[in-house]
């Protein structure tokens, strides 16, 4: 058993909240019987957009696929990639091979039929956190009129990112 924490920023609030991460996941597998702690995967001050520069999650994987760990947890899909293809991606390679991850908020493994299905709608959600353009507000204003439904999802530390549904 393992946990990924991430960041995007180095500011001293979102310190504290890898720090909280980290101290939470570290007792939580401790305190499951049956899981033997392997470690935390972290990545601090790093854009989940790409997984470039994400040595944690990047070391994570590797020892995921080197059958080091068959479980990680995670809080959120956004937590672990915002990026669809590198998420679609990751998850499948690590699927063939029989391991999971935990997306915590959701209650979600990603091998089991629950993940599968709601997934395709998270990392959706996924790819449309960036900063809101006038443009972005003028096509979602547009879209409603013509009858699309529009739903918030809560993402990162209380962020919220909306998602058009056709």
Request: proline content about 1%.
């Amino acid at each position: 058993m393992a946990a990924y924490a991430r960041v995007s920023t180095d500011h001293e609030e979102q310190a504290a909240s890898l720090v909280a991460q980290t101290d939470y996941y570290r007792k939580k597998i401790q305190q499951h019987p049956g899981w033997a702690f392997v470690g935390i995967y972290v990545d601090s001050g790093v854009s989940g957009l790409s997984t470039n520069r994400r040595e944690g999650f990047n070391r994570m994987v590797e020892d995921y696929l080197a059958g080091r760990i068959d479980l990680v947890l995670t809080k959120s899909i956004s937590r672990f990639a915002r990026n669809t293809v590198d998420t679609v991606t990751t998850i499948r390679k690590l699927k063939e091979k029989g391991i999971s991850v935990y997306f915590e908020k959701k209650n979600i493994f990603s091998t089991d039929a629950k993940g599968d299905v709601l997934r395709s709608d998270l990392i959706q959600c996924n790819d449309g956190v960036r900063a809101v353009r006038p443009l972005d507000i003028w096509v979602l204003a547009r879209r409603l009129s013509f009858g699309s439904r529009f739903f918030f999802s809560e993402i990162g530390d209380g962020g919220v990112v909306g998602c058009i549904l056709y």
